[in-house]
Protein backbone atom coordinates (compact mmCIF):
# COMPACT_ATOMS: atom_id res chain seq x y z
CA UNK A 1 0.00 0.00 0.00
CA UNK A 2 1.13 3.45 -0.48
CA UNK A 3 1.95 5.47 2.29
CA UNK A 4 1.73 9.64 1.15
CA UNK A 5 1.95 12.31 3.91
CA UNK A 6 1.74 16.21 3.25
CA UNK A 7 4.42 18.47 2.26
CA UNK A 8 4.56 20.70 5.21
CA UNK A 9 7.38 23.35 3.50
CA UNK A 10 6.02 26.67 1.27
CA UNK A 11 6.54 24.58 -2.10
CA UNK A 12 8.18 27.70 -3.28
CA UNK A 13 9.79 26.30 -6.52
CA UNK A 14 13.35 27.39 -6.52
CA UNK A 15 14.39 30.05 -9.32
CA UNK A 16 18.03 29.85 -10.53
CA UNK A 17 18.61 33.21 -10.84
CA UNK A 18 21.57 34.58 -13.76
CA UNK A 19 24.34 37.03 -11.86
CA UNK A 20 24.25 40.17 -14.04
CA UNK A 21 27.63 40.06 -16.08
CA UNK A 22 30.22 41.77 -14.57
CA UNK A 23 30.48 45.68 -15.76
CA UNK A 24 33.23 45.80 -17.93
CA UNK A 25 34.81 49.35 -15.97
CA UNK A 26 33.06 51.49 -13.61
CA UNK A 27 33.32 54.86 -15.73
CA UNK A 28 29.51 55.86 -16.35
CA UNK A 29 27.98 53.01 -14.59
CA UNK A 30 25.52 54.32 -11.28
CA UNK A 31 26.47 52.73 -8.25
CA UNK A 32 23.46 52.67 -5.42
CA UNK A 33 25.52 52.15 -1.83
CA UNK A 34 22.81 50.46 0.37
CA UNK A 35 23.61 51.94 4.13
CA UNK A 36 21.71 49.06 6.11
CA UNK A 37 21.49 51.60 9.54
CA UNK A 38 24.24 49.31 11.28
CA UNK A 39 26.98 51.50 13.35
CA UNK A 40 29.95 52.42 11.03
CA UNK A 41 28.07 51.59 7.86
CA UNK A 42 28.69 54.87 6.65
CA UNK A 43 32.12 54.71 7.26
CA UNK A 44 32.63 51.88 4.88
CA UNK A 45 30.28 53.40 2.34
CA UNK A 46 31.91 57.18 2.71
CA UNK A 47 35.35 55.64 2.03
CA UNK A 48 33.87 53.24 -1.03
CA UNK A 49 32.45 56.24 -2.67
CA UNK A 50 35.42 58.16 -3.07
CA UNK A 51 36.95 55.41 -4.98
CA UNK A 52 33.87 54.68 -7.16
CA UNK A 53 34.29 58.28 -8.24
CA UNK A 54 37.70 58.43 -8.52
CA UNK A 55 36.86 55.51 -10.67
CA UNK A 56 34.31 57.79 -13.02
CA UNK A 57 31.00 56.34 -11.54
CA UNK A 58 28.22 58.28 -10.30
CA UNK A 59 26.97 56.98 -6.35
CA UNK A 60 23.89 57.27 -5.19
CA UNK A 61 23.16 57.07 -1.03
CA UNK A 62 20.25 55.29 0.13
CA UNK A 63 19.68 53.94 3.46
CA UNK A 64 17.49 51.45 5.67
CA UNK A 65 14.98 52.60 8.09
CA UNK A 66 16.79 49.64 9.89
CA UNK A 67 19.28 46.69 9.82
CA UNK A 68 16.41 44.42 11.67
CA UNK A 69 13.82 44.53 8.71
CA UNK A 70 14.30 43.61 5.13
CA UNK A 71 14.48 46.99 2.89
CA UNK A 72 10.91 48.30 2.29
CA UNK A 73 9.44 47.41 -1.49
CA UNK A 74 10.01 51.05 -2.10
CA UNK A 75 13.09 51.37 -1.74
CA UNK A 76 13.96 48.57 -3.78
CA UNK A 77 12.17 49.55 -6.63
CA UNK A 78 14.10 53.32 -6.26
CA UNK A 79 17.27 51.27 -6.19
CA UNK A 80 16.30 48.96 -9.01
CA UNK A 81 15.27 51.91 -11.24
CA UNK A 82 18.42 54.59 -10.55
CA UNK A 83 21.04 52.15 -10.26
CA UNK A 84 23.23 49.77 -12.48
CA UNK A 85 24.95 48.20 -9.79
CA UNK A 86 24.35 48.07 -5.86
CA UNK A 87 26.56 47.59 -2.94
CA UNK A 88 24.56 46.91 0.27
CA UNK A 89 27.20 47.41 3.05
CA UNK A 90 26.94 45.49 5.87
CA UNK A 91 29.04 46.86 8.95
CA UNK A 92 30.27 46.62 13.07
CA UNK B 1 -26.72 18.63 6.46
CA UNK B 2 -24.70 17.32 3.84
CA UNK B 3 -21.27 17.20 2.02
CA UNK B 4 -19.96 18.24 -0.94
CA UNK B 5 -19.93 15.61 -3.76
CA UNK B 6 -22.76 13.82 -1.75
CA UNK B 7 -24.55 11.19 -3.25
CA UNK B 8 -28.54 12.23 -4.14
CA UNK B 9 -30.87 10.68 -2.10
CA UNK B 10 -34.25 9.77 -3.74
CA UNK B 11 -37.18 12.20 -3.02
CA UNK B 12 -39.49 10.53 0.13
CA UNK B 13 -38.50 9.55 3.43
CA UNK B 14 -35.29 7.79 3.28
CA UNK B 15 -33.84 5.70 6.04
CA UNK B 16 -30.70 4.65 7.24
CA UNK B 17 -30.28 1.39 9.82
CA UNK B 18 -27.59 -0.83 10.63
CA UNK B 19 -28.39 -4.62 11.49
CA UNK B 20 -26.43 -4.28 14.95
CA UNK B 21 -28.35 -1.39 16.18
CA UNK B 22 -31.24 -3.06 18.17
CA UNK B 23 -33.69 0.07 18.13
CA UNK B 24 -33.39 -0.54 14.34
CA UNK B 25 -33.89 -4.15 14.35
CA UNK B 26 -37.09 -3.32 16.40
CA UNK B 27 -38.42 -0.24 13.56
CA UNK B 28 -37.62 -2.65 10.36
CA UNK B 29 -40.68 -4.25 10.16
CA UNK B 30 -42.33 -0.26 10.15
CA UNK B 31 -40.15 0.65 6.93
CA UNK B 32 -42.24 -1.44 3.72
CA UNK B 33 -45.20 1.49 4.96
CA UNK B 34 -43.09 4.50 4.17
CA UNK B 35 -39.44 4.30 3.50
CA UNK B 36 -38.79 5.07 -0.26
CA UNK B 37 -35.49 3.33 0.11
CA UNK B 38 -33.84 1.66 2.78
CA UNK B 39 -30.06 2.10 3.21
CA UNK B 40 -28.21 -0.56 5.56
CA UNK B 41 -24.30 0.34 6.64
CA UNK B 42 -23.83 -3.27 8.00
CA UNK B 43 -25.63 -6.28 6.56
CA UNK B 44 -26.86 -5.67 3.01
CA UNK B 45 -29.80 -8.56 3.84
CA UNK B 46 -31.01 -6.28 6.51
CA UNK B 47 -34.20 -5.49 7.16
CA UNK B 48 -35.55 -8.62 5.40
CA UNK B 49 -38.40 -8.59 2.44
CA UNK B 50 -37.92 -5.09 1.43
CA UNK B 51 -35.28 -3.68 -1.32
CA UNK B 52 -32.32 -2.70 0.27
CA UNK B 53 -29.12 -0.08 -0.37
CA UNK B 54 -26.04 -1.52 0.61
CA UNK B 55 -24.05 1.32 2.17
CA UNK B 56 -20.92 -0.62 1.72
CA UNK B 57 -17.97 1.76 1.50
CA UNK B 58 -20.48 4.20 4.08
CA UNK B 59 -20.20 7.12 1.69
CA UNK B 60 -24.05 7.84 1.92
CA UNK B 61 -23.76 8.44 5.86
CA UNK B 62 -20.29 10.15 5.67
CA UNK B 63 -21.55 12.36 3.20
CA UNK B 64 -25.26 12.68 4.49
CA UNK B 65 -23.93 13.35 8.17
CA UNK B 66 -25.31 10.26 10.08
CA UNK B 67 -24.90 10.35 13.42
CA UNK B 68 -27.37 7.88 14.83
CA UNK B 69 -28.99 5.27 13.45
CA UNK B 70 -31.93 5.08 12.42
CA UNK B 71 -31.98 8.01 10.57
CA UNK B 72 -35.41 9.33 9.05
CA UNK B 73 -34.84 11.78 6.14
CA UNK B 74 -37.20 13.73 4.08
CA UNK B 75 -35.99 14.95 0.74
CA UNK B 76 -37.94 17.49 -1.40
CA UNK B 77 -36.61 17.84 -5.13
CA UNK B 78 -34.06 16.56 -4.21
CA UNK B 79 -32.89 18.34 -1.16
CA UNK B 80 -32.99 17.17 2.55
CA UNK B 81 -36.18 19.27 4.56
CA UNK B 82 -35.96 17.27 7.53
CA UNK B 83 -34.77 14.71 9.80
CA UNK B 84 -35.32 12.83 13.01
CA UNK B 85 -32.86 10.18 15.20
CA UNK B 86 -33.83 7.54 17.03
CA UNK B 87 -37.22 6.05 17.69
CA UNK B 88 -40.21 8.15 19.19
CA UNK B 89 -43.65 6.74 18.33
CA UNK B 90 -45.33 10.28 18.53
CA UNK B 91 -42.37 12.11 16.21
CA UNK B 92 -41.87 8.91 13.73
CA UNK B 93 -46.26 8.74 13.51
CA UNK B 94 -46.15 12.95 12.90
CA UNK B 95 -42.92 12.17 10.55
CA UNK B 96 -44.81 9.92 8.44
CA UNK B 97 -48.06 11.06 8.57
CA UNK B 98 -49.59 7.08 9.95
CA UNK B 99 -50.92 7.96 12.71
CA UNK B 100 -50.83 4.35 13.82
CA UNK B 101 -47.42 3.63 13.07
CA UNK B 102 -45.66 1.13 15.43
CA UNK B 103 -48.72 1.59 18.20
CA UNK B 104 -47.38 -1.68 19.68
CA UNK B 105 -43.41 -0.27 19.81
CA UNK B 106 -42.22 1.15 23.34
CA UNK B 107 -43.02 5.16 22.93
CA UNK B 108 -39.12 5.68 23.01
CA UNK B 109 -35.83 4.17 22.39
CA UNK B 110 -32.39 6.03 21.61
CA UNK B 111 -30.62 4.84 18.14
CA UNK B 112 -27.06 3.73 17.70
CA UNK B 113 -24.05 5.79 16.72
CA UNK B 114 -23.63 5.35 12.94
CA UNK B 115 -20.55 3.73 11.78
CA UNK B 116 -19.65 6.72 9.53
CA UNK B 117 -19.14 8.39 13.12
CA UNK B 118 -17.11 5.11 14.66
CA UNK B 119 -14.01 6.48 16.10
CA UNK B 120 -11.86 3.92 14.27
CA UNK B 121 -13.18 4.53 11.06
CA UNK B 122 -13.88 8.30 10.72
CA UNK B 123 -10.42 9.08 10.07
CA UNK B 124 -10.46 7.10 7.18
CA UNK B 125 -13.45 7.85 5.76
CA UNK B 126 -12.69 11.60 6.38
CA UNK B 127 -9.44 11.19 4.03
CA UNK B 128 -11.18 8.32 1.54
CA UNK B 129 -13.87 11.41 0.89
CA UNK B 130 -12.43 14.71 2.05
CA UNK B 131 -8.66 14.04 1.13
CA UNK B 132 -8.81 15.43 -2.24
CA UNK B 133 -10.09 19.11 -0.69
CA UNK B 134 -6.45 19.16 0.67
CA UNK B 135 -4.38 21.18 -1.48
CA UNK B 136 -0.43 20.44 -0.27
CA UNK B 137 1.85 18.46 -2.20
CA UNK B 138 1.61 14.36 -1.87
CA UNK B 139 4.77 13.03 -1.04
CA UNK B 140 4.97 9.30 -1.72
CA UNK B 141 7.14 6.75 0.24
CA UNK B 142 8.70 4.35 -1.11
CA UNK B 143 8.15 1.09 0.26
CA UNK B 144 11.47 0.83 2.46
CA UNK B 145 11.32 4.36 3.00
CA UNK B 146 10.85 4.91 6.82
CA UNK B 147 8.66 7.57 7.28
CA UNK B 148 10.43 9.73 10.63
CA UNK B 149 13.89 8.89 9.09
CA UNK B 150 12.17 10.78 5.60
CA UNK B 151 11.18 13.77 7.76
CA UNK B 152 14.59 14.32 8.91
CA UNK B 153 16.63 13.85 5.21
CA UNK B 154 13.49 16.30 3.70
CA UNK B 155 14.81 19.10 6.35
CA UNK B 156 11.24 19.23 7.85
CA UNK B 157 12.34 18.78 11.33
CA UNK B 158 13.42 20.88 14.22
CA UNK B 159 15.73 17.87 15.08
CA UNK B 160 13.39 16.17 16.86
CA UNK B 161 11.06 13.36 15.33
CA UNK B 162 7.73 14.59 14.00
CA UNK B 163 4.43 13.14 13.83
CA UNK B 164 4.24 11.75 10.15
CA UNK B 165 1.45 14.29 8.30
CA UNK B 166 -0.68 12.00 6.70
CA UNK B 167 -4.20 12.70 5.09
CA UNK B 168 -6.58 11.21 7.60
CA UNK B 169 -3.87 12.94 10.70
CA UNK B 170 -3.86 16.26 8.68
CA UNK B 171 -8.21 16.26 8.19
CA UNK B 172 -8.54 15.47 12.06
CA UNK B 173 -6.85 18.40 12.93
CA UNK B 174 -8.98 20.76 10.53
CA UNK B 175 -11.53 19.77 12.68
CA UNK B 176 -10.02 21.66 15.98
CA UNK B 177 -10.93 24.78 13.72
CA UNK B 178 -14.07 26.98 12.00
CA UNK B 179 -11.45 28.48 9.63
CA UNK B 180 -11.65 26.69 6.09
CA UNK B 181 -8.29 25.07 5.27
CA UNK B 182 -7.64 27.54 2.37
CA UNK B 183 -7.82 30.84 4.83
CA UNK B 184 -4.55 32.26 4.94
CA UNK B 185 -3.80 32.84 8.22
CA UNK B 186 -0.22 34.90 7.84
CA UNK B 187 2.53 35.90 6.02
CA UNK B 188 5.30 34.28 7.16
CA UNK B 189 9.10 35.85 7.26
CA UNK B 190 11.88 36.02 6.69
CA UNK B 191 10.48 34.18 3.04
CA UNK B 192 7.58 36.15 2.97
CA UNK B 193 5.47 33.50 2.31
CA UNK B 194 1.26 33.49 2.71
CA UNK B 195 0.34 29.94 5.14
CA UNK B 196 -2.90 28.46 4.83
CA UNK B 197 -4.48 27.05 7.76
CA UNK B 198 -4.16 23.15 5.98
CA UNK B 199 -0.62 23.97 5.65
CA UNK B 200 -0.16 25.33 10.02
CA UNK B 201 -2.70 21.71 10.25
CA UNK B 202 0.21 20.05 8.72
CA UNK B 203 2.80 21.41 10.57
CA UNK B 204 0.63 20.96 14.34
CA UNK B 205 0.12 17.38 13.36
CA UNK B 206 3.96 16.77 12.81
CA UNK B 207 4.33 18.91 16.24
CA UNK B 208 1.94 16.46 17.86
CA UNK B 209 -1.09 18.87 18.44
CA UNK B 210 -4.29 17.65 19.60
CA UNK B 211 -6.99 19.41 17.03
CA UNK B 212 -8.45 21.57 19.80
CA UNK B 213 -4.97 23.54 20.05
CA UNK B 214 -4.79 24.66 16.27
CA UNK B 215 -6.60 27.77 17.25
CA UNK B 216 -4.10 28.45 19.77
CA UNK B 217 -1.21 28.11 17.08
CA UNK B 218 -3.02 29.90 14.48
CA UNK B 219 -3.39 32.58 17.12
CA UNK B 220 0.14 32.83 17.95
CA UNK B 221 1.10 32.80 14.40
CA UNK B 222 -0.87 35.92 13.63
CA UNK B 223 0.77 37.24 16.33
CA UNK B 224 4.31 36.25 15.67
CA UNK B 225 4.30 37.19 12.04
CA UNK B 226 2.94 41.02 12.52
CA UNK B 227 5.23 43.54 11.96
CA UNK B 228 5.37 44.72 15.59
CA UNK B 229 6.89 41.18 17.17
CA UNK B 230 9.20 41.69 13.15
CA UNK B 231 10.07 37.31 13.96
CA UNK B 232 12.06 38.67 11.03
CA UNK B 233 14.83 40.51 13.05
CA UNK B 234 13.98 38.16 16.04
CA UNK B 235 15.26 35.21 13.68
CA UNK B 236 18.51 36.76 12.08
CA UNK B 237 19.64 38.34 15.27
CA UNK B 238 22.65 36.73 16.94
CA UNK B 239 21.33 37.21 20.03
CA UNK B 240 19.83 34.09 21.59
CA UNK B 241 15.91 34.68 21.49
CA UNK B 242 12.58 33.05 19.77
CA UNK B 243 8.77 33.36 20.69
CA UNK B 244 7.81 33.01 24.20
CA UNK B 245 4.19 32.35 23.80
CA UNK B 246 2.22 33.01 27.09
CA UNK B 247 -1.28 31.61 27.04
CA UNK B 248 -4.53 33.59 28.75
CA UNK B 249 -8.08 33.07 29.36
CA UNK B 250 -10.44 29.74 30.12
CA UNK B 251 -9.50 28.10 27.08
CA UNK B 252 -6.31 27.04 28.58
CA UNK B 253 -7.25 25.32 31.20
CA UNK B 254 -10.33 23.47 28.43
CA UNK B 255 -7.07 22.09 26.05
CA UNK B 256 -5.21 21.07 29.43
CA UNK B 257 -2.50 23.48 29.51
CA UNK B 258 -0.30 23.68 32.53
CA UNK B 259 0.29 26.94 34.66
CA UNK B 260 1.29 25.05 37.71
CA UNK B 261 4.42 23.25 38.48
CA UNK B 262 7.11 22.65 35.57
CA UNK B 263 5.03 25.56 33.66
CA UNK B 264 8.00 26.60 31.92
CA UNK B 265 9.42 23.16 31.85
CA UNK B 266 8.64 19.52 30.03
CA UNK B 267 5.58 17.37 30.52
CA UNK B 268 2.74 18.87 29.54
CA UNK B 269 1.47 18.15 25.49
CA UNK B 270 -0.43 21.23 25.11
CA UNK B 271 1.96 23.65 26.34
CA UNK B 272 5.21 22.03 23.92
CA UNK B 273 2.97 20.90 21.03
CA UNK B 274 1.44 24.53 20.25
CA UNK B 275 5.41 26.41 20.91
CA UNK B 276 6.24 23.29 18.73
CA UNK B 277 3.87 23.66 15.94
CA UNK B 278 4.67 27.98 15.53
CA UNK B 279 8.15 27.35 15.07
CA UNK B 280 8.31 24.69 12.80
CA UNK B 281 5.68 27.13 10.99
CA UNK B 282 8.18 29.52 10.85
CA UNK B 283 11.29 26.96 9.64
CA UNK B 284 8.88 24.83 6.97
CA UNK B 285 6.90 27.94 5.45
CA UNK B 286 9.18 30.69 6.47
CA UNK B 287 12.15 29.23 5.59
CA UNK B 288 13.88 30.63 8.79
CA UNK B 289 16.36 27.62 9.79
CA UNK B 290 19.66 27.77 11.40
CA UNK B 291 22.68 28.51 9.66
CA UNK B 292 20.47 30.36 7.17
CA UNK B 293 18.32 33.56 8.41
CA UNK B 294 18.35 32.13 11.47
CA UNK B 295 21.67 33.69 12.54
CA UNK B 296 22.18 33.07 16.60
CA UNK B 297 25.19 33.04 18.69
CA UNK B 298 24.05 30.18 21.10
CA UNK B 299 20.37 29.98 20.59
CA UNK B 300 18.53 28.74 23.67
CA UNK B 301 16.30 25.22 24.33
CA UNK B 302 13.38 27.53 24.34
CA UNK B 303 13.47 27.89 20.79
CA UNK B 304 12.04 24.45 19.99
CA UNK B 305 9.20 24.89 22.37
CA UNK B 306 8.57 27.52 24.81
CA UNK B 307 4.60 28.03 25.54
CA UNK B 308 3.13 28.47 29.06
CA UNK B 309 -0.50 29.47 30.48
CA UNK B 310 -0.83 31.93 33.26
CA UNK B 311 -1.82 30.62 36.59
CA UNK B 312 -5.11 32.87 36.49
CA UNK B 313 -7.41 31.09 38.80
CA UNK B 314 -5.51 32.02 42.31
CA UNK B 315 -3.42 34.42 40.76
CA UNK B 316 -3.60 38.08 43.12
CA UNK B 317 -2.95 40.04 40.53
CA UNK B 318 -4.49 40.83 37.04
CA UNK B 319 -3.37 38.67 34.03
CA UNK B 320 -1.16 39.75 31.28
CA UNK B 321 -4.10 39.64 29.07
CA UNK B 322 -6.34 41.62 31.06
CA UNK B 323 -3.49 44.36 31.89
CA UNK B 324 -2.83 44.41 28.09
CA UNK B 325 -6.66 45.31 27.15
CA UNK B 326 -8.18 42.07 26.83
CA UNK B 327 -11.43 40.56 28.66
CA UNK B 328 -10.85 37.91 31.49
CA UNK B 329 -13.21 35.43 29.62
CA UNK B 330 -11.21 36.34 26.59
CA UNK B 331 -8.39 33.60 25.68
CA UNK B 332 -5.36 35.05 24.11
CA UNK B 333 -1.69 34.54 23.53
CA UNK B 334 1.27 37.18 24.18
CA UNK B 335 4.31 36.63 21.83
CA UNK B 336 7.51 37.93 23.42
CA UNK B 337 11.20 37.75 21.97
CA UNK B 338 12.59 35.75 24.70
CA UNK B 339 15.70 34.27 26.23
CA UNK B 340 15.64 31.19 28.40
CA UNK B 341 14.18 32.04 31.83
CA UNK B 342 16.25 32.73 35.00
CA UNK B 343 15.45 32.17 38.30
CA UNK B 344 15.27 34.39 41.09
CA UNK B 345 15.60 32.96 44.68
CA UNK B 346 14.63 35.13 47.52
CA UNK B 347 13.40 32.52 50.71
CA UNK B 348 13.59 34.40 53.54
CA UNK B 349 11.63 38.14 51.83
CA UNK B 350 8.37 38.13 53.53
CA UNK B 351 7.20 41.78 52.68
CA UNK B 352 6.73 43.67 49.52
CA UNK B 353 9.15 46.23 49.62
CA UNK B 354 11.88 43.49 49.97
CA UNK B 355 10.47 41.73 46.97
CA UNK B 356 10.89 44.57 44.76
CA UNK B 357 13.96 45.43 45.63
CA UNK B 358 15.21 41.81 45.06
CA UNK B 359 13.20 41.65 41.76
CA UNK B 360 14.84 44.74 40.73
CA UNK B 361 18.52 43.62 41.42
CA UNK B 362 18.10 40.28 39.22
CA UNK B 363 16.55 42.57 36.78
CA UNK B 364 19.01 45.30 36.53
CA UNK B 365 21.74 42.02 35.57
CA UNK B 366 19.35 41.52 32.43
CA UNK B 367 21.81 40.52 29.47
CA UNK B 368 24.23 42.90 30.88
CA UNK B 369 24.02 45.29 34.12
CA UNK B 370 25.00 48.13 32.59
CA UNK B 371 22.74 48.25 29.68
CA UNK B 372 19.59 49.96 29.81
CA UNK B 373 16.22 50.72 27.61
CA UNK B 374 17.53 48.23 24.99
CA UNK B 375 15.53 44.88 26.44
CA UNK B 376 12.20 44.51 27.70
CA UNK B 377 11.58 41.50 30.29
CA UNK B 378 9.16 39.26 31.17
CA UNK B 379 8.35 38.73 34.76
CA UNK B 380 7.15 35.25 36.15
CA UNK B 381 5.89 35.81 39.34
CA UNK B 382 5.53 32.39 41.50
CA UNK B 383 2.83 32.02 43.62
CA UNK B 384 4.58 31.76 47.24
CA UNK B 385 5.83 34.96 46.23
CA UNK B 386 2.67 36.41 44.70
CA UNK B 387 1.41 35.94 47.92
CA UNK B 388 3.95 38.14 49.60
CA UNK B 389 2.82 41.05 47.65
CA UNK B 390 -1.13 40.28 48.39
CA UNK B 391 -0.24 40.07 51.72
CA UNK B 392 1.05 43.63 51.76
CA UNK B 393 -1.83 44.57 49.55
CA UNK B 394 0.34 45.09 46.18
CA UNK B 395 -1.37 44.57 42.94
CA UNK B 396 0.43 44.91 39.28
CA UNK B 397 0.24 48.59 38.83
CA UNK B 398 2.05 49.07 42.55
CA UNK B 399 4.61 46.51 41.90
CA UNK B 400 5.33 47.57 38.46
CA UNK B 401 5.78 51.37 40.18
CA UNK B 402 7.96 50.15 42.66
CA UNK B 403 10.30 48.39 40.55
CA UNK B 404 10.57 51.32 37.76
CA UNK B 405 11.70 52.97 40.89
CA UNK B 406 14.54 50.94 41.93
CA UNK B 407 15.84 50.68 38.25
CA UNK B 408 16.46 54.17 37.76
CA UNK B 409 20.34 53.93 37.08
CA UNK B 410 23.01 56.58 38.04
CA UNK B 411 24.89 57.40 34.43
CA UNK B 412 28.21 57.46 36.30
CA UNK B 413 27.95 53.39 36.82
CA UNK B 414 26.79 52.80 33.84
CA UNK B 415 28.95 54.73 31.24
CA UNK B 416 31.84 53.17 29.38
CA UNK B 417 34.07 51.38 31.28
CA UNK B 418 32.82 52.27 34.35
CA UNK B 419 33.42 49.66 36.74
CA UNK B 420 36.15 47.90 34.94
CA UNK B 421 33.23 46.73 31.91
CA UNK B 422 33.97 48.01 28.94
CA UNK B 423 30.12 48.10 27.25
CA UNK B 424 27.67 50.31 28.90
CA UNK B 425 25.99 54.08 27.80
CA UNK B 426 28.17 56.65 26.09
CA UNK B 427 30.30 58.90 28.06
CA UNK B 428 28.53 62.67 28.35
CA UNK B 429 25.47 60.65 30.35
CA UNK B 430 27.71 60.11 33.05
CA UNK B 431 25.37 62.31 35.60
CA UNK B 432 22.21 61.85 33.75
CA UNK B 433 19.65 59.47 35.54
CA UNK B 434 18.95 56.17 33.09
CA UNK B 435 15.84 53.87 33.66
CA UNK B 436 17.00 50.33 32.93
CA UNK B 437 13.42 49.48 31.13
CA UNK B 438 11.57 51.36 29.44
CA UNK B 439 7.64 52.46 30.83
CA UNK B 440 5.90 49.58 29.47
CA UNK B 441 8.93 47.03 29.06
CA UNK B 442 8.47 44.76 32.23
CA UNK B 443 5.29 42.08 31.62
CA UNK B 444 3.92 40.46 34.68
CA UNK B 445 2.42 37.19 34.73
CA UNK B 446 1.51 34.54 37.59
CA UNK B 447 3.05 30.69 37.18
CA UNK B 448 4.25 28.04 38.82
CA UNK B 449 3.96 25.47 41.63
CA UNK B 450 2.81 25.86 45.01
CA UNK B 451 6.26 25.33 46.79
CA UNK B 452 8.84 27.44 46.01
CA UNK B 453 9.58 31.05 47.19
CA UNK B 454 10.91 31.58 43.47
CA UNK B 455 10.36 34.12 40.34
CA UNK B 456 11.91 33.92 37.11
CA UNK B 457 12.58 36.20 34.44
CA UNK B 458 12.92 36.38 30.86
CA UNK B 459 15.19 38.31 28.70
CA UNK B 460 14.02 39.80 25.60
CA UNK B 461 15.73 41.40 22.54
CA UNK B 462 16.31 44.79 21.64
CA UNK B 463 12.67 46.94 21.90
CA UNK B 464 10.81 49.14 20.30
CA UNK B 465 9.69 49.93 16.89
CA UNK B 466 12.92 48.82 15.45
CA UNK B 467 13.22 45.91 17.17
CA UNK B 468 10.18 43.41 18.81
CA UNK B 469 6.83 44.93 20.16
CA UNK B 470 4.85 41.92 22.21
CA UNK B 471 2.11 41.45 20.71
CA UNK B 472 -1.52 39.85 21.75
CA UNK B 473 -3.97 38.08 20.31
CA UNK B 474 -7.67 36.83 20.33
CA UNK B 475 -7.61 33.18 19.70
CA UNK B 476 -10.81 32.68 17.45
CA UNK B 477 -12.24 28.77 17.95
Known sequence: MTRTLLDPSSERSVLHRERLARPAQLRGQVVGLLDISKPRGDIYLDRLEELLVEAGAQVRRYKKPTFTKPAPVDLRHEIATQCTLVIEALAD | MSQPGAPALPDGLVVVVKRECETCRMVAPLLSEF?????????????????????????????????????????????????????????????????????????????????????????????????????????????????????????????????????????????????????????????????????????????????????????????????????????????????????????????????????????????????????????????????EVDRATHGNPGKISFCFAEREHDSPITSLSVSRGFSPAANTVTVFAGEGPRCIVDQKVRTAPELATVFAACLRTLHNPKLVLAFDAILVIGPEHARVLADDGWDRERLLTELHARLQLPGSELVWGAGGIADGVPTHLHDATLPKFRPDGILVVHAGGGAGLFSAMIGGWANGEMGSQPVTKEVVP
Open chain 2, 35 to 291: ATAVYSQDDPAFPEGIAVVHDHDLSVSWHHDIETVPTVIRVVDGVEVDRIIGWSREQWQRFTGIAVLGDDLPPFRPGCGSLSVDPDRVDALRAAFAGHTLKARRIELAELDDEMELMFERGFTDGLPVVPPTEERVLRMLQGTSRAADEIVAVVPPDLVEVTVEKVAINAVMAGCKPEYLPWVIAALEAVCSDAFNIHGVLATTMPVGPVIVCNGPGTRAIGMNSEGNALGQGNRANLTIGRAVQLVVRNIGGGRPG
